[in-house]
Every structure is written in C-alpha cells, then in structure tokens.
C-alpha cells in the first residue's frame, strides 16, 4: 500500500482495523459497494453519495465468495470484453472512485488547468466547474 501512495500520503488519513466486521460495524448504516468481476450489475448504474464506501479485494482473489453472497445486492462490476480477465487493481479502483467522485461533483477538488498559450494574447487558465469553464487571464 505504501508504495501506491507515492508521495500523496499527507493527503489521506489511514485507519487501520483488526477486519472487515469491525468496519461493518463501525460504519453501520452507511452504504458499502463491493467490487468484482462476478457482480450483477454495473459501476455506472448506482448513484453514489459522500458516504458510501467501496470495497476492493486482493488483486490475486478478490473479494471472499462469503462476503460477496452476503451483499449481494450491493456488488458491482466494471464491464469486461468477452475474454479478458480483469482489470489490475489500482486500474479497477480508480476507474470506480473517480466515477462516484465525478458523480458527487469533486468535492474540495481543484478543477484547475492550463489553457493553450496564444503568442498575441498571454496564457490563459481555465477553470471547469459544475459543467461551466470560466476564463482568467
């Protein structure tokens, strides 16, 4: 895990728990999706909110079969082509998280990037927010 991070680690907050039930229960009422390459439905179909957490298996087994019988109505998949296997794991987790988070609208997320440099007029920086980009000069 710490390798994944790189350098971002000051941004996240790690918790460490004795295991899965204990975060079940700590997180009562809350809503979990579990990822796996066997689940009904698809990523996109859900609609997400700012307290909904997503859970990943190993990238070597995945999620227990246990746990994904259990909540089996919140299992979701990312669609595969006829014959591949899956997707690595960090691959799988980006690609859901940053449909949750695109879904919930970046919160506190910089939205910010660099326009093109036009020789006449300077750089610009564009700045994309709730479907609008506003100019700055």
Not at 58 to 66: D, F, L, N, Q, T
Not at 87 to 92: C, D, P, Q, V, Y
Not at 113 to 119: P, R, S, T, V, Y
Request: net charge positive; charged share 30%; glycine share 6%.
């Amino acid at each position: 895990m710490k390798r994944a991070g790189l350098d971002y680690w000051h941004l996240v907050k790690v918790h460490y728990h004795e295991n899965f039930s204990e975060v079940l229960h700590l997180f009562a009422g809350k809503r979990f999706y579990y990822c796996s390459k066997k689940a009904p439905r698809s990523y996109d179909v859900v609609e997400y909110t700012e307290d909904d957490f997503l859970v990943f298996g190993k990238e070597s087994a995945g999620i227990p079969e246990k746990l994904l019988e259990e909540h089996w109505d919140a299992c979701i998949r990312i669609p595969m082509r006829p014959g591949a296997r899956s997707l690595n794991l960090s691959s799988a987790a980006a690609i859901v998280a940053y449909e949750a988070m695109r879904q919930i609208g970046f919160p506190d997320w910089i939205l910010l990037g660099i326009g093109m440099k036009d020789e006449q007029k300077g750089v610009f920086v564009y700045r994309c927010r709730k479907n609008r980009i506003l100019r700055w000069s």
